[in-house]
């Protein structure tokens, strides 16, 4: 387990969409491992892969008692609207910013052992989702900004 850089705003893999991982092994464990890591010693709510240069669809949650590790996500269903402030460790903060997100969201997904799942998650673990999976296909929340302070 380690500690990443987190790049910034302006780097390339930040603007990339994610390659799907084919291989689930100790690689990818390794790396799930490290999103954790580094998003604790970072005190975010989500991490993904292209924010510390791995270009594949990988991601991580840990928000108000939920936990997840994501791997080829997709969203299957979405409901509802929460309009909120969201911020990212990869983002200077001056450019946090109301964005509009469904309130609830089924994601489907692999674990780091290659079975496949479903959740259901609502208010902030559902923004998070949304956003992070946005990283995954190199999307930056202001530009989904609903309004601005």
Do not use: W
Request: aromatic content about 6%.
């Amino acid at each position: 387990m380690a500690i990443r850089k987190i790049f910034q705003e302006g780097e390339e893999c930040l603007a990339k969409r994610c390659r799907e991982v084919t291989v689930f092994d100790d690689k990818l464990s390794q790396l799930i491992d490290d999103l954790f890591d580094t998003l604790k010693k970072a005190d975010g709510a989500g991490l993904a892969a292209p924010q510390i240069g791995v270009l594949r669809r990988v991601a991580v949650v840990n928000v108000d008692g939920v936990k997840m590790e994501l791997v080829n996500p997709q969203i299957i269903a979405a409901e509802g609207q929460q309009i909120g402030e969201e911020g990212c460790l990869s983002v200077d903060f001056s450019k946090n910013c109301e964005v509009l997100r469904p309130q609830k969201v089924t994601v489907r997904a692999y674990d780091r052992y290659g079975k496949m799942f479903e959740r259901t998650v609502t208010d902030l673990p559902a923004r998070c989702v949304c956003h992070e999976l946005d990283h995954l296909e190199g999307i930056l929340f202001y530009t989904r900004k609903y309004q601005c302070k």
